[in-house]
C-alpha cells in the first residue's frame, strides 16, 4: 500500500472513531448529520495539519492567526460543528447562509441540503475565502457560493434563507442575519452575552428571534464592522486583568490599590464535584448583579506580588464602586469544590455577601440545569413592550433579553420571570 494509501486509510478511521464517539456521547443524534460527517474528509480543509489534529473531536484547529498570535480562523471541533448543525435542524431542499468560512462546515451543509438545496458561505478575508473555494472544489463541493463580504449584512443576493449558522463568536446580531431569514427560520449563533459566549439557536417570529437551546463553545472573534472590543482594566501591578464586554467601571481610578489590602472572604455552601462545568453559575452572576466582568490572573506574577490573590479563581468577578468581589474554589474532601467569594475595597462586606446570596440561589435552583432563555429584540424595542426578565442587555442593534427557566421544584411568585418566552 503506497503512503497516500495508507494515510486516506488512517483519515477514514480517525474520522470514523470521532463519529462514533459523538453519537456515544449523544452529540451526533440525527442520522443526516451522521451520514454527512462520515462522508466528508476533514483532513481536505487542513491539508498543513497532522491527522491527529484535525480529527481530534473536542478541539478545534488554528488555520490564521493575527501578528500577535490571535486567532483570526480556525476550523471548529467536530464536536461544536455536530451540535451545532443539530440545533439548526436543516433539511433537503433549503437555503442555507454560513457566516465564518473555511470550507469544512460549508461541506457538511452541502450534504445535509443535497441537490435540491443552496448554500452560501461568506467571510471577510480573502485568505479565507481562497482557501474555502479551493479545498471545497477539490473536494467535490463547488457548488457551494463562497462570497467575500463583511457578513454583518449578510448576503442579500441569495437571501431568504431557510438556515443561518453563523461560525464566529458575535457580540451583536446585525438586523441582516433575523431580516434574510425566512419565518421560522432558525438562526445558530455563538453570542457573546457580559463576556460569556453561548452557541444558541433561535427561531425567528416577526421581528423577534426567540431562543431554544443553548450550549457553551468558544469562537474565533468576528471581525469588521461587526467586531467589537471589551474593555481592559489591569490591577495589582498587572497580575489581574478584569474585562468588561458591558458596563465598564465610570470611574477605573476608585479600584485603585483594591488588591492591597486582606480579602474579606465567605464560603457560600455552595458547591460542585470535580469535573462538574459551572458555566451555568457563571451565567447566573452575569444575569443577576450588575458589575459583572470576566477575570484574568497571570499566575507568574500574581505569585511575585507582595500580596498574592489566594484561591482558584473560576474567571469572573464583581465590581461595585471601588470593591471587587471574585468566586474562588477550594478543595474538600475527595472531589468536592465549595465556592468561596474573595472580597476587597470599602465595601467588601457587603459586595460578598450579594455574591454568595446568588451563587447559594443559583446552587439551589439551577445548578445542572440548561441555563438562561434569549429574547433578541430589534435596539429600538421600548422598556415597555419587553417581556418579564433577570436581565436585558443593550447592544447596537439589539435588546438581549435573558430570562431562566422556572425551578421544577418551585412555584413561587418570585419565579414568574423563570418562565420561557411565550412562543
Not at 460527517?37 to 490564521?64: C, D, I, Q
Not at 442575519?177 to 463576556?195: F, I, N, S
Not at 452572576?285 to 482558584?312: K, M, Q, S, Y
Amino acid at each position: 500500500m503506497t503512503d497516500a494509501a495508507l494515510a486516506d486509510d488512517q483519515a477514514v478511521r480517525l474520522r470514523n472513531k470521532v463519529i462514533d464517539d459523538l453519537v456515544a456521547a449523544g452529540t451526533i443524534v440525527s442520522p443526516a448529520i451522521e451520514a454527512a460527517m462520515r462522508r466528508v474528509p476533514r483532513e481536505a480543509f487542513a491539508p498543513e495539519a497532522e491527522l491527529s489534529a484535525v480529527y481530534h473531536p473536542w478541539n478545534g484547529l488554528v488555520t490564521k492567526r493575527d501578528a500577535d498570535g490571535r486567532s483570526l480562523s480556525s476550523l471548529s471541533a467536530p464536536q461544536a460543528q455536530a451540535h451545532m448543525l443539530e440545533q439548526a435542524r436543516i433539511e433537503p431542499g433549503m437555503t442555507v447562509l454560513e457566516v465564518g468560512s473555511g470550507g469544512m462546515n460549508a461541506a457538511y451543509l452541502a450534504e445535509l441540503v443535497g441537490p435540491s438545496g443552496r448554500v452560501v458561505t461568506v467571510d471577510i478575508d480573502e485568505f479565507v475565502t481562497m482557501r474555502a473555494s479551493r479545498f471545497l472544489a477539490e473536494a467535490g463541493y463547488a457548488d457551494v457560493r463562497v462570497v467575500l463580504a463583511d457578513a454583518k449584512a449578510g448576503v442579500p443576493r441569495f437571501a431568504p434563507y431557510d438556515r443561518a449558522l453563523v461560525t464566529l463568536g458575535t457580540w451583536d446580531i446585525p438586523p441582516a442575519w433575523r431580516d434574510q431569514l425566512v419565518e421560522g427560520g432558525r438562526l445558530v449563533v455563538p453570542l457573546q452575552v457580559m463576556g460569556l459566549m453561548r452557541t444558541v439557536a433561535f427561531e425567528k417570529a416577526g421581528d423577534l428571534l426567540v431562543s431554544d437551546s443553548s450550549k457553551l463553545f468558544g469562537f474565533v472573534p468576528m471581525q469588521g464592522a461587526g467586531a467589537h472590543d471589551s474593555v481592559e482594566l489591569a490591577l495589582a501591578g498587572g497580575a489581574v486583568t478584569l474585562i468588561f464586554d458591558e458596563g465598564a467601571p465610570a470611574d477605573p481610578a476608585a479600584l485603585d490599590g483594591v488588591f492591597d489590602t486582606e480579602p474579606f472572604v465567605v464560603d457560600s455552601g455552595a458547591g460542585l464535584r470535580m469535573g462538574e462545568p459551572w458555566a451555568t453559575m457563571q451565567m447566573w452572576l452575569a444575569t443577576t448583579v450588575p458589575g459583572f466582568c470576566r477575570l484574568r490572573v497571570d499566575h507568574d506574577l500574581n505569585e511575585a506580588a507582595a500580596r498574592p490573590l489566594p484561591g482558584a479563581t473560576v474567571g469572573c468577578a464583581v465590581v461595585e464602586g471601588g470593591s471587587v468581589a471574585y468566586v474562588a474554589t477550594r478543595q474538600l474532601d475527595g472531589d468536592d469544590l465549595t465556592l468561596d467569594v474573595h472580597a476587597y475595597g470599602p465595601d467588601a462586606a457587603g459586595l460578598a455577601e450579594t455574591v454568595v446570596e446568588q451563587l447559594r440561589v443559583w446552587d439551589r435552583d439551577h445548578r445542572g440545569g440548561p441555563g438562561p432563555r434569549y429574547l433578541v429584540l430589534p435596539a429600538g424595542t421600548p422598556d415597555t413592550e419587553l417581556p418579564a426578565a433577570d436581565r436585558v442587555i443593550n447592544k447596537i442593534h439589539s435588546r438581549v433579553v435573558l430570562s431562566w427557566p422556572r425551578p421544577a421544584h418551585s412555584a413561587s411568585d418570585q419565579d414568574i420571570a423563570h418562565q420561557p418566552f411565550p412562543r
